[in-house]
């Protein structure tokens, strides 16, 4: 669990920061932009990515993955 939360969290901090940038326009003064609307976009793509991780995460699976192989090469010995 603390490694999926972990995977999350950075993925939806990775998603927030790439909708903010893609929300400022530009050659558009950054006194212009409507910070507001930035904001608030990508704090909701932060939340669908929270949720779309629920349905699983391949780093996570990957991890999992390899935490079971040497497991079984550590029984083999």
């Given at each position: ?9 950075i ?11 893609a929300m ?10 409507n910070?507001k ?21 391949p ?5 999992q ?13």
């Amino acid at each position: 669990m603390k490694t999926w939360l972990k995977a999350a969290v950075i993925r939806a901090i990775k998603t927030i920061c790439q909708v903010m940038v893609a929300m400022i326009p530009v050659g558009v003064m950054v006194t212009e932009v409507n910070w507001k609307s930035v904001v608030f976009t990508a704090i909701l793509a932060g939340i669908l990515s929270m949720l779309t991780s629920v349905a699983g995460l391949p780093e996570v699976k990957l991890q999992q993955s390899i935490e079971q192989h040497m497991e079984e090469e550590k029984n083999d010995r």
